[in-house]
């Protein structure tokens, strides 16, 4: 597992987050398909959804405010490559 990011949002917000698999993929190959392993509890995870070939968009709102996440996503190519990503969200009010 490789942690891609640490990012900041308020609880009221619903945001996206790109993982961009482009410097990973080898020619030819393409994300099929997505899915969040770990949400923690408190955080919603409205979805997680394949834009372009090698870009998942994680879409979340919520949080408690002064509460740090680990989002855990698992993505699967068209080669039958996995990988297993995490990242950070801090919730904050601002």
Known sequence: MAI???YTKQPGDTL??????????PA??????TSATSTPSGLTLVSVSEGVPDIVK???SGGTSGVRYKITITTTTKG????EDEFLLTVKEF
């Open 80 to 83: 039958s490559r996995v990988k």
């Open 16 to 25: 996206d987050y790109d993982i961009d698999y482009t410097q990973w993929l």
């Open 58 to 60: 994680v879409w979340v």
């Open 28 to 33: 030819g190959d393409e994300v099929i398909t």
């Open 4 to 6: 891609i990011g640490a």
